[in-house]
């Protein structure tokens, strides 16, 4: 059940457009006035374009006009008049015509709006990553990890399916997820022993900080958001002890990036300690999926990490 809704959810907008378009052909032959039915038609091409793009709008178009061509051939004395023949296939060739070029309208605004908001967001993300690798300059023991943790994380991504999107969402989130660290002193991140109760209360809200950050430009990422301010919760599944039925369902990718997250923090060197070789990281983490880790996640993590030290 709870895949049938993920389902519908992702594809919310194709199984919208299908509903409507088949609405829009039982109506060819359940409504008389053709004309009416005929502008009905309008709707599912719209909304294929201003949902899916130029391309899914067209093809919505093109799947109308032969809906319509193939109740003509089978039922043409209720589309075509005889009296009226070429003024009826002049009303059909302009409905089609306007039915196309209305997709590719609605569509290319679509596609535009999209590229702009791209565009922003990819502004966003620049000055963001500049922050987030000014913050790691400052200690030698975290450089670079936001880049490592994001490529890792995509890469987790990718291995389980994931759709484009989520991919990118993730990949962004892997590369922000420290970002409110920026909030926290830096004599903290920096300190070479281990922290006291109190300093690790502070330093862990940094997902609430950087969340909090990132929500102050806007709609822009979104998607984003909850991926960060989640990374640090542990995957837990329900049980019928007290304390677990309220938690909330981490977000998947929140769960990629939590085991993206631990894997190069226990590979790198910190003050303290000595970073563990990834055969000995990868097995801590395997020994904690479904308790800290989403052990779909785990699996392919290890298909992943293996792969990469079988090129080393």
Known sequence: ??????????????????????????????????????????????????????????????????????????????????????????????????????SVVVGTLYEENERRLRDLKNAYIGVLEILSKYLESTDRYTKGHSVRVSELAMEIAIAMGLSRGEVENIRVAGLLHDIGKIEISGDILRKAAQLTSEEKELLDEHTVKGAYLLSSVGSVLKEVVPIVVSHHNYFMKGTDEPENKDLVRIPLGARVVAVADAFDAMTSDRPYRKGMPPWEALEEIHKNAGKQFDPEVVEASKRVIQEKMEKV
């Open 1 to 102: 059940m709870e895949q049938l809704k993920q389902f519908i959810i992702k594809n919310f907008e194709k199984i919208l457009v299908s509903v409507i378009l088949v609405a829009a052909f039982a109506g060819t032959y359940l409504i008389e006035e053709k004309s009416v039915i005929l502008n009905f038609y309008y709707l599912p091409v719209l909304s294929a374009g201003y949902f899916l793009g130029r391309r899914m709008g067209l093809l919505t178009a093109i799947l109308s006009i032969l809906a319509v061509v193939i109740s003509t051939l089978y039922f043409p004395h209720a589309f075509l008049k005889e009296k009226e023949l070429l003024s009826s296939l002049t009303k059909l060739s302009s409905w089609g015509g306007f039915l196309i070029l209305a």
